[in-house]
């Protein structure tokens, strides 16, 4: 019976095909003619069996007649008579080269597997040897091994991951530590393994993969299960161990093909030969699909219980464990079958963790009670006036952090803001109610386009709480933090207390004149202007004269009687004695930006060209409540990036002023509130500082004010969209003529002081 070709064999056939080349190169240097034998042959082969097929015995018989020494028509030498041919030597005898290959192939055609089988007959000549089923078991594992080794060898794993296994999102947070906001296209957050707590992770080990730390990175029985699946089409089989689905996450489709399992398989083996189990893990837990739209345990942890991962429990980490099965199956708030699913689940973990040694039993029993999550997700886009804080607060990070807008835009940045919430709530409600009066329908000459803009800044510089508009979805444009409006005669403290700091000089060379609180100047309206060489003169060749509100004369007045009643004239005419380059330099000492700040003409002293925003108007008023001393305000307060702090240059408190300067400025704006310009606003809180601006044509009215806790500037006005240009605050809300728009201003102040007693 013929067998199948087994290696032992073919080797022997090989090596006997390399010996018949041999005696035919052997044959040809001894002129042997082709067809001669041996004579001392025992014949053709040597192996001692015959060839039993028709041209075997053929062929064997010619052989062997000529070995007998039969005579053979031959050649005749060259005198005519027969040459005895003569003797090869070797296995093969006399055997010539062709007739050896011939052999060689008959003996090859024979170790072949007979098939159909011979000496069978019906459905049995069909079926395989036992010993043809070896080798083709042998063979098909030998190819198979060599297959998956040449795989395996060329396979890396890929250095650039999924685009969402990388991308995070950015987190907002009050200064409370609450969550205000976040940004980004994937809801994930990175966090190290050493900050989630041993038990939440043997509560996601006891639901996933058991035999994690000790397994090579896949599980032979859920990749049959899985393989099995996949070539029928069934259901999606677990098994999976966290390796492969580390690596399924994080470099692999989600199709269910073959070729993709079998990818999985290769990566999965290569990345756990390559990398810690520790890194592994924490990779998993990192990118795994969480639900309500997040990815990473630390924006599940957030998403569903409001916390940080660090935070939790055995119990809540067994539910969001629960959840890696599939979140739309185990999510309790989305239905009453979801929430069975959801507490059974829950149990059948804490039971594995005690099965596998990840929670005591005592401990376990005091887990009875299902954690229920809550049911509201994080917030999601900003919008409303979370948008202007998270602009504020993003640009403030990117500039103090030193990080690039790339980085930045990759996300898993923690950013801790200064807004305080109830100061926001608070503010935002005042000015609501302050635009009820606004009736664009009814009124719409007076109060269309009207704008409101505010800031508070506390004494060290943090910003409070900003009204930005009235919504970031709808309207991108700051308003508090705008630098479009001039801010009027709220700006004359600032040159007050220049000249209390600097001097005055009002004759050209001579020494400067120190000047006081009680120092006296002329404040009756359409006073000249003076200039050390006599009257100023502005380009078109008039000569400058101030003006008063109401052309009202006030004939000669303290300069602490001209801050508080907002008296114009000898605040104009102080400007040009101080000098508006020294004016201008304070103003920036206290925090004013060069940029907002126009041309040094007389209107300067008056804050008719300059036009600083209400956040750092706030922040000027606090150097005086400070002492002198000067905080830029500032938006954040740390930044951290996956739980690693990101070092933040944190604003430095410089003098501007000192601080007999600045309290003889406050005095003078306590004076504005209990008896001057801002008379409304003393009776809200005692001890207020503060200061109303108005403009010559009206068209904005500010109010800053310093209490003992914080400073605020608030800003009414009216501008056109199409040009830019401020229009008239005439009739705003249905005031009466003449009423200027500081009062509106004072008014929202005041319901915002209110709420946050």
Request: net charge positive; with cysteine.
């Amino acid at each position: 019976m013929r067998g199948s070709l087994t290696p032992v064999q073919h080797g022997y056939a090989a090596a006997t095909l390399r010996r018949a080349g041999s005696r035919h190169r052997r044959a040809a240097s001894q002129q042997v003619p082709l067809g001669c034998a041996d004579k001392h042959s025992k014949g053709a082969f040597p192996l001692g069996r015959q060839d039993t097929s028709a041209s075997g015995r053929s062929w064997g018989k010619r052989v062997a007649s000529e070995d007998r020494g039969g005579a053979r028509p031959g050649r005749r030498g060259r005198s005519g008579t027969r040459r005895r041919p003569r003797a090869a030597s070797g296995r093969w005898g006399s055997l010539a080269p062709a007739a050896a290959v011939a052999a060689a192939r008959t003996q090859l055609r024979r170790l072949r597997p007979a098939f159909p089988r011979p000496g069978r007959s019906g459905w049995r000549r069909w079926i395989p040897s036992w010993r043809q089923w070896l080798g083709s078991c042998l063979y098909a594992f030998i190819a198979l091994a060599g297959l998956i080794t040449y795989a395996y060898a060329t396979t890396d794993v890929p250095e650039d991951l999924n685009s969402f296994a990388t991308q995070q999102d950015n987190v907002y947070y009050w200064a409370d530590g609450s969550t205000m906001a976040r940004t980004g296209w994937v809801s994930r957050q990175e966090m190290p393994l050493d900050k989630v707590p041993p038990k939440v992770q043997g509560a996601v080990l006891a639901a996933e993969n058991s035999s994690f730390y000790s397994d090579p990175g896949v599980s032979p029985s859920g990749v049959l299960r899985a393989l099995g699946a996949a070539a029928t089409g069934g259901e999606t089989q677990g098994g999976s161990t966290i390796t492969q689905q580390y690596v399924k996450n994080a470099y692999l489709s989600q199709d269910r093909t073959l070729t993709r399992k079998f990818t999985e398989l290769l990566l999965a083996v290569k990345l756990d030969n390559q990398r810690d189990k520790t890194q592994i893990l924490e990779d998993y837990l990192n990118t795994s699909w969480f639900g309500r739209g997040t990815y990473g345990i630390q924006r599940a942890s957030q998403a569903y219980y409001g916390k940080d991962v660090s935070q939790l429990n055995a119990s809540e980490g067994a539910f969001l464990a629960s959840l890696l099965k599939g979140a739309g199956l185990f999510d309790p708030t989305l239905g009453k079958e979801n929430h069975e699913r959801a507490v059974e689940r829950w149990a059948w973990i804490l039971d594995r963790m005690v099965a596998t040694g990840r929670l005591s039993r005592a401990e376990r029993a005091t887990y009875t009670t299902f954690p229920e999550p809550s049911a509201a997700s994080l917030p999601g886009t900003p919008g409303a006036q979370t948008g202007y804080l998270v602009e504020l607060a993003k640009a403030y990070a990117i500039k103090a952090g030193h990080i690039s807008d790339s980085d930045f835009d990759l996300g898993g940045y923690q950013i801790y803001t200064t807004f305080d919430r109830a100061r926001m709530t608070a503010l935002t409600s005042a000015v609501q109610e302050a635009q009820k009066d606004f009736d664009a329908e009814r009124r719409p000459d007076t109060d269309k386009n009207a704008k409101i803009g505010a800031a508070s800044v506390a004494p060290d510089g943090r910003l409070l709480a900003v009204y930005g508009g009235p919504d970031y979805l709808k309207q991108g444009f700051n308003e508090s933090n705008a630098t479009t409006i001039p801010v009027g005669t709220a700006f004359t403290p600032i040159v007050y207390a220049a000249a209390l700091d600097e001097g005055v000089q009002r004759s050209r060379g001579k020494t400067r004149t120190p000047v006081s609180p009680s120092t006296t100047y002329n404040g009756d309206d359409q006073v000249t202007v003076q200039t050390p060489e006599g009257p100023y003169w502005d380009r078109s060749g008039k000569v400058v004269k101030g003006r008063n509100d109401d052309g009202r004369n006030w004939g000669q007045v303290t300069l602490r009687q001209a801050v508080a009643d907002s008296v114009n004239t000898p605040m104009l005419q102080l400007g040009l004695d101080v000098g508006l380059d020294g004016v201008q330099s304070f103003a920036q000492r206290a925090g004013l930006l060069g940029s907002s700040l126009g041309p040094r003409v007389p209107a300067f002293a008056l804050g008719e060209n300059s036009t600083p925003s209400a956040i750092r108007m706030a922040g000027a008023y606090e150097t005086f409540a400070a002492d002198g001393m000067h905080t830029d305000p500032y938006s954040v307060r740390s930044v951290t990036r996956n739980g690693a702090a990101v070092p933040v240059d944190a604003p430095t408190p410089t003098r501007a002023v000192t601080a007999e300067t600045a309290r003889a400025v406050t005095d003078a704006l306590r004076d504005a509130v209990t008896e001057g310009s801002a008379k409304a606003a003393g009776k809200v809180r005692a001890g207020t500082a503060g200061k109303t601006g108005t403009t010559a044509a009206n068209t904005a009215g500010w109010f800053v004010a310093s209490t003992e806790q914080e400073s605020t500037a608030v800003v009414v006005y009216r501008m056109s969209l199409t040009d830019l240009v401020p229009l008239p605050l005439t009739g705003l809300g249905g005031d009466a003529p003449g009423t200027p728009g500081s009062e509106r201003a004072v008014r929202l102040w005041a319901g915002y002081i209110k709420a946050v007693k």
